[in-house]
């Protein structure tokens, strides 16, 4: 497997999608490849700080018209 | 009255294990411990535990206010741009998103958990997204699924020896091998300029693969709830969540690395 083979392969072997003669190929690679290494590091790095982006605040608008609609839901 | 750390933390200790034994509709937890136990498992794992799943889900039909609040801060936002992409009207948008909490409301009673609550309320939205979309004829998105599966590079093909070289070819070139983050530290990685990075890198991303990795990667779906949501192959899934996330990558390289 080359390192530009294996840069495409990341996502399946990180959903665990490799078939398992392919995955052993992708871990030999990654054994005796630092640049390859890195690059998985890398992914897991990026999927890591993308899960902490966090989503802008709702405004007062939005909260006002939710509380609304719950406290109708509760009436009925 | 100033009570010691100690007391809210034994205090939590004592809830949760009453809470374990007695059973979830038998004793319901003050609000407090309610939230302390969300805080406590943090955000994403709450949402995976389907004991606290079901502590908010009891507090729901309670008409515990506070319980909605947290709930609508989780996702609100996250309804609202997923709806989006199936709707061009900003204002429908918003409707759409406040149909789904009504329905999530009224539907609590018949909410049995098979699914996560969030996959649940996640599906409720995509459902009324798709019938108004189709009302009004827009079915991009699907389409754009449907064709993201381009097959170009997801790293610059000259950072690799070239296939025709004599020793390694298609082996990353010395000078432009990806390097270590493990050195970068913590505080520097997760800054509010990095997240900014990430932020712009995400919003720049064509729709397919903006809502994949929004889906995957921000609220957390798994790959299954993703392509039930969406209707897409578990493949086109994966190759739009591999794009998406090789272009953040490398705006988090550029940025980290600039010399690569």
Known sequence: MTCKELVELVTDYLEGKL??????????????????????????????????????????QQKDDLLNLFRDWKKT | MILPDWWDASRLVFELFAWLVVGTDKIALSRPAHQQIIQAV?????????????????S??????????????????ALVRLAHLFVRD?????????????A???????????????????????????TRSRREQRSIVFSDLEHG????????????????????PNHWMAESKPGSWAGIPEDLLVSQEVMNLIGQAVAALPENQRIVITLRDLYDLSSDEVCNILTISETNQRVLLHRARARVRQSLEKYFQPEN
Not at chain 1, 29 to 48: D, F, P
Not at chain 2, 90 to 102: G, H, N, R
């Open chain 2, 104 to 130: 999530v409301l009224q539907g609590l009673n018949n909410f049995e958990g098979r699914s996560s609550l969030k996959t649940w309320i996640f599906t409720i939205l995509t459902n009324k997204a798709k």
């Open chain 2, 60 to 77: 729901l039909r309670a008409g515990d206010e506070s319980a909605f609040t947290w709930l609508v801060e989780q996702y609100h936002t």
């Open chain 1, 19 to 60: 078939p398992n003669e392919v995955r052993m190929h992708f871990e030999d690679h990654l054994s005796g490849c630092k640049g390859c290494t890195n690059y998985l590091e890398q992914m897991r790095e990026t999927i890591r700080l993308t899960g902490r982006l966090h989503e802008e605040n709702l405004s007062e």
């Open chain 2, 149 to 168: 599966t381009s097959d170009s590079p997801t790293v610059d093909p000259e950072r690799f020896n070239p296939p025709t070289a004599d020793r390694s």
């Open chain 2, 90 to 102: 900003s204002s429908i948008a918003e409707e759409l998103a406040q149909e789904t909490w009504l």
């Open chain 2, 42 to 58: 943090g955000m994403k794992e709450s949402m995976h535990t389907s004991e606290v799943e079901a502590s908010l889900i009891n």
